[in-house]
């Protein structure tokens, strides 16, 4: 199994009703949305999925929906939590429900020690040892940064298959790159990061903008893979007020917004996140405007 194919994966909004229910027919419409676009795979409950504001119940059924409607993409679930036992609850759920790996956020919160954060990933791998698991390294959110030296020790486990890594550091991002072993993967985190990773030895992605323009994020993606790194700058540059846009506030607050202006799903996320300003949604209509221009060139 090919898992990341040609490495576009789409971190999928929640999409909510105004009595703040999930909205499933905009969920779905989102799946097929980026499905349709060229992702690859997608992943549910991750940060963007607004994860941490969901309910048991309600992370089932958003795998369910989303297992249900990615075709041939793959599924992958967000299991990080803070307990180590309770990760593995839900890797285990998500094994259950169909996902094809699991998501797994160094442990926010607690700021474990870098061999807290091994001890972490191995009981994990052990407690389901048949769903492939990506390391998720967001310092920014979690309070801890996975070093390069500490994700050498987790590739030793047979289920750790990729890092998404988020740290925003490119000296970090090179180092794990050089020191990638074979077969292992490292996907961008970060949109605007996406070229620097693949230079550096990165083959995919786990994208916000691709929830609005997937076959932009595709197109980007397949020109730095293939090295042709002019027109990727070229492509970058275009999209570039769009990443700036999503970056505006905390996400997925200008993604949710961003897709309602493209017609999915109201522009809510749950408290004690806030809708975009009235500021931020002229930004993101004027930045879908210019990249919808720009595909249409």
């Known amino acids: 199994m090919n898992l990341f194919g040609n490495g576009?994966?789409?971190?999928?909004?929640?999409?909510f009703t105004p009595d703040e229910a999930i909205d499933t027919p905009a969920l779905v419409r989102l799946v097929q949305h980026v499905v349709a676009g060229g992702a690859d795979f997608v992943v549910a409950l991750g940060s963007t999925g607004e994860s941490a504001m969901l309910t048991s119940a309600e992370r089932d059924h958003v795998v369910r929906i989303v297992r249900e409607h990615c075709g041939n993409a793959r599924c992958i679930v967000g299991t990080g939590a803070t307990a180590t036992a309770l990760a593995i609850d839900w890797t285990r759920r998500a094994a259950e429900l169909g996902a094809d790996a699991a998501l797994v956020v160094v442990p926010p919160y607690a700021k474990p020690t870098q061999a807290g954060i091994v001890a972490h990933f191995t009981a994990i791998a052990r407690a389901v040892p048949t769903l492939p698991l990506v390391v998720y390294n967001v310092p920014s959110r979690?309070?801890?940064n996975l070093l390069p030296a500490t994700l050498q020790g987790l590739w030793t486990l047979p289920t750790?298959?990729?890092?998404k890594e988020s740290s925003g550091d490119l000296q970090q991002i090179a180092r794990i790159g050089a020191e990638l072993p074979k077969g292992k993967v490292l996907l961008a985190g970060d949109d605007p990061l996406l070229l620097p990773t693949i230079a550096v030895g990165g083959t995919g992605i786990v994208s916000v903008a691709?929830?609005?323009?997937?076959k932009a994020m595709a197109?980007?993606?397949a020109s730095a893979r293939r090295g042709d790194f002019a027109t990727a700058r070229q492509q970058n540059a275009t999209l570039l007020p769009l990443f700036e846009a999503l970056a505006a506030e905390p996400n997925p607050i200008p993604i949710k917004c961003a897709l309602a202006l493209a017609g999915i799903g109201e522009p809510l996320p749950r408290l004690p996140l806030?809708?975009?300003?009235?500021?931020t949604r002229e930004?993101?209509?004027?930045?879908?405007?210019?990249?919808t221009e720009a595909a249409h060139a």
């Open 8 to 15: 576009l994966g789409v971190a999928l909004a929640t999409p």
């Open 142 to 144: 979690v309070g801890t």
């Open 160 to 163: 750790v298959v990729a890092v």
């Open 210 to 214: 691709g929830n609005v323009v997937p």
């Open 219 to 221: 197109a980007l993606l």
């Open 274 to 279: 806030q809708p975009a300003t009235a500021g």
């Open 283 to 291: 930004r993101l209509r004027a930045a879908l405007h210019a990249a």
